[in-house]
């Protein structure tokens, strides 16, 4: 195996801690939360009083102050233990950056320290029933009415939606205009106006609490503007590689946690007075997977190496998400098939992989948007000739 340079020895030391953290407060428990639909309240808190919430937080607002590579850490143990209901990275590398950056020092002083002890959960409102990927065409409206904002609209497939204190809302503050139209607007989920609708059923990734949002003139105080009216898309853009590379990251481990329980698997089933390791077919696709998996480390790797050093193009970041999830997909569907009518039950890890994988090729951008990404970097569209 080829060895993995990118970790401090500090880095090491937390990754026992954030596994400790999953096998005391996490694995034993998730398939109860899988049932519920959600993860209790008590789970954030505690993962803020052991510092696994914003870990790239300044500490001067809550955080540890560490780099990306500590946010990799938990992803990858979160990914690898199967463990896809708390959704930490959402709050702490999707959301909290977005904050730190574009923030007012009074809305980082208000809500940072908070998030970081897990007092306030925080999620993303942007994809609405019309459509996800098209942020451009948003329907959800915010206008302005003296010194607030009246928020009409609806979201939909909105993680944490039910547990969420504090929404960073996408809307339209211009309707009339496009991208330019765009703001990010932080909304408490307490004001009037504002519903949650039901807990959606989804096909895996069954313990995320994933929601519908309803907004009836809910008024947000100006204040609550991220940055400058109309900079919201301009500002999602910043953000997209690392949300990226966090969907890659999630595959990679997640492949290889299923390929080690195949391995596991096959080496005690027996079939036919051999075990299943014995077989060739079984010894040449599992050596298959593994191997493209390992490509695909070494690549994520490097990729989030570039990302902690600030060089990390949006292009490759939509590469790296495309290669791992579709390869995530393939592994988990081959890994499955070992398992036999086991692998069909809900009881066994590899099942409910095989169903969670489903969504990295969907979230962050599906797979053919980011084809698209890829290919409008490599044959720029040319405006079209009109007949002489």
Known sequence: MIPRTIFSPEHDLFRTSVRRFINEHVTPFHADWEKAGRVPRELWQKAGELGLLCCNVPE?????GGDFLYSTILIEEFAAAGATGPTFYLHSDIIAPYLVD???EEQKQKWLPMMARGELVVTLGMSEPS???????MRTQAIRDGDDYVVNGQKVFITNGHAADLLLLACKTDPSARAKGVSLIFV???RPGFTRGRMLEKLGCKAQDTSELFFSDVRVPIENLLGEEG?????LITQLAQERLIQAIRAVASAEAALQW???????REMFGHTLAD???TRFQLAELHAEILAQRVFVDRCTELHVRGEFDPTDAAGAK???TELQGKVMDKCLQFFGGWGYMWEYPITRAFADARMTRIGGGTVEVMKQIIANSLLPKRPSRKPS
Do not use: I, K, P
Request: glycine content about 16%; proline content about 0%; hydrophobic content about 35%.
């Open 322 to 324: 495309l290669l791992t």
């Open 131 to 137: 459509g996800g990927s098209d942020v451009q065409a």
């Open 231 to 235: 900079a919201g898309f301009a500002q």
């Open 60 to 64: 001067q607002y809550g955080g540890m």
């Open 262 to 268: 195949t391995l596991d698997y096959v080496a005690e």
């Open 102 to 104: 574009f923030g007012t």
């Open 279 to 281: 077989f060739q077919n």
């Open 188 to 190: 408490e989920t307490d």
